[in-house]
């Protein structure tokens, strides 16, 4: 073809910088900017060659989630809790983004060092991949996960050749690096998508959508639960908090899924979930609450949920004398510390399978989690369950607990005021007050609400059918127009009244009275 003078003058690549770094003589700016942009093309297209190649391969962890994961392992416990109080359950997404950021501004930067060279951009490249290649192996351990790592690595380097070809010549080829650019970036899209679609998900997805479990009923609300009260008696599990460390929630294929139950045992067993529904089903409405939830907040829900009982289980397996704690792993490598006696006493201690008559969301621990009432959620309520190890106390360590949180977590007594909201304003006369309050398996027996610092009023309980469940409250009171601001505590079944006294979420669960301003007119 016409391959002029310019072409064979082209520096050959990988040599040092100097005379022959070709510069867009129009303009240093552009074509810094364009060695930025090649840069960030190629890792673009490493990294969605990457997820792709893991969602292929079946590997949980995408390099960038478990780069992300292993990140908020190392930063220090109250600095993680910040990110997660100010995020919510917007943290992981942020992070994900955050990182993907961090990454497009390194691999810029390493497009620019291009321009002197091939030395530079591949040793910050296979830096790169060796950080994603340390994360994926703290997280599943194995060869496997390492292929996305590599398929990444070879994408940048790849990527980055053929965009830097075009700008090496003199003159500059605009055209021909704004085409492969292009066609680079149309290609990252086209491997996310396709990552997307290949996902091991799609086919748990639909693994769950056939499985059929015998024995599981559809909630029926009980009669003298409160059915117009603001937030409804039964949390649907779209709508239901979800708080987990899991960047990319487990998908596991409820065939392949075991159960080892082991340690301070006489007859250690493995379980199919197929052995699980041979044992007898119990369901029961239980109230699931986080202990990061602040006063007022909504880290709570209430579900009907179907599994077996940990304590018939554990009995026909011989439990040990010495042992006091049950040590729960999920697939994901997340760890809690369950109090023995929690899960042999008379209590509806499930191994879970479904929430609302249906089989567990992914999100919420598909196939298999543990729901403990009475208990926070990070000392109980194992998603994506995969290991019980019977063990004690001086012996083993939970995720949460080794960062600084209590190593019991029996749920506090808590109530929220759900209506009126804070800052909102209502018409005159009788008002409305409604809420809910909680103390699983301890239950509640009474709520009082304080208006303008005035004495305690009692309020009127929607009949409450279990004590492991949320009780709804209401209140109609006159109220004249102006502010007011209005209190609530909760009496339980055991005699204790709702503390005042104001604590953070940080060892154990916060503490304190719910109280909201509202304007009435
Ligand atoms: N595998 C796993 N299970 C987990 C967690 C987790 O991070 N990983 N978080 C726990 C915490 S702190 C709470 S409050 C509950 C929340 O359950 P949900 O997301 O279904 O509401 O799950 C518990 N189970
Ligand atoms: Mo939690």
Same mark, same amino acid.
């Given at each position: ?24 003589? &129009? ?16 890792? /673009? ?212 899924? &075991? ?53 018939? /289980? ?101 109530? &929220? ?105």
């Amino acid at each position: 073809m016409t391959s002029s003078a310019a072409d064979r003058s082209a520096a050959p690549a990988g040599q040092p910088a100097g005379s022959d770094a070709p510069q867009d003589p &129009r303009s240093p700016g552009d074509a810094r900017a364009a060695w930025t942009g090649a840069g960030i093309v190629a890792g /673009l297209f490493g990294v969605a060659l990457s997820w792709c190649a893991a969602a292929m391969l079946q590997v949980a962890d995408n390099p960038v989630a478990a780069v992300a994961e292993q990140t908020v392992r190392l930063l220090p416990g109250p600095v993680a809790e910040f990110g997660i109080d100010l995020l919510g359950t917007a943290d992981k997404p942020v992070f994900v983004v955050l990182i993907l950021l961090v990454l497009a501004a390194l691999c810029g930067w390493l497009g620019r060092l291009r321009r002197h060279g091939r030395i530079g951009p591949l040793t910050g490249f296979v830096v790169l991949a060796a950080v994603g290649g340390a994360a994926v192996l703290a997280q599943d351990g194995g060869w496997r996960p390492l292929v996305p790592v590599g398929a990444g690595l070879l994408g940048w380097i790849g990527a980055l050749e053929v965009l830097s070809d075009p700008l090496r010549r003199t003159p500059v080829r605009r055209r021909g690096f704004l085409v492969a650019a292009g066609v680079l970036a149309v290609g990252a899209a086209a491997l996310a998508v396709s990552g997307r679609l290949i996902t091991g998900r799609r086919q748990v997805e639909e693994a769950r959508r056939l499985l059929h479990l015998d024995g599981v009923t559809v909630p029926e609300v009980p009669t003298g639960v409160d059915p117009s009260a603001p937030v409804p008696w039964l949390t649907p599990a779209e709508e239901f908090y979800r708080i987990d460390t899991a960047f990319s929630p487990p998908a596991i294929d409820p065939d392949a899924w &075991r159960l080892r139950v082991h340690g301070l045992v006489d007859r250690p067993v493995e379980l199919s979930l197929a052995d699980l529904m041979a044992r007898e089903l119990t369901e029961a409405w239980v109230t699931l609450s986080c202990v990061s939830n602040s006063v007022g907040g909504d880290l709570v829900g209430n579900a009907w949920w179907s599994g077996v009982r940990i304590a018939t /289980l554990l009995a026909e397996l011989g439990v040990r004398p010495d042992a006091d704690a049950v040590l729960q792993t999920s697939e994901d490598g997340w760890t809690c510390l369950t109090p023995l006696g929690a899960l042999t006493d008379e209590r509806n201690a499930l191994l879970a399978v479904a929430m609302n008559g249906e089989p567990l969301s992914i999100e919420h621990g598909f196939p298999v989690r543990m729901v403990v009432p009475g208990l926070y959620g990070y000392v109980s309520a194992t998603k994506w369950l995969v290991e019980l190890e019977v063990t004690r106390f001086s012996d083993a360590e939970g995720y949460w607990t080794s960062r600084g949180w209590s190593a019991h977590g029996p749920v506090k007594l808590t109530s &929220r005021i759900d209506v009126p909201a804070s800052g909102e304003t209502v018409p005159a006369g009788e008002v409305h007050l409604a809420g809910t309050a909680w103390q699983q398996h301890t239950g509640v027996e009474g709520v009082e609400v304080q208006v303008d610092g005035g004495g305690w009023q009692p309020a009127d309980l929607a009949l409450e059918p279990t004590v492991d469940s949320w009780v709804q409250w209401r209140l109609a009171v006159d109220l004249e127009p102006g502010e007011h601001r209005v209190a609530v505590r909760a009496i339980s079944r055991t005699g204790d009244v709702q503390t005042g006294v104001e604590r953070d979420v940080v060892p154990d669960g916060a503490t304190g009275w719910h109280t909201v301003t509202f304007q009435v007119e």
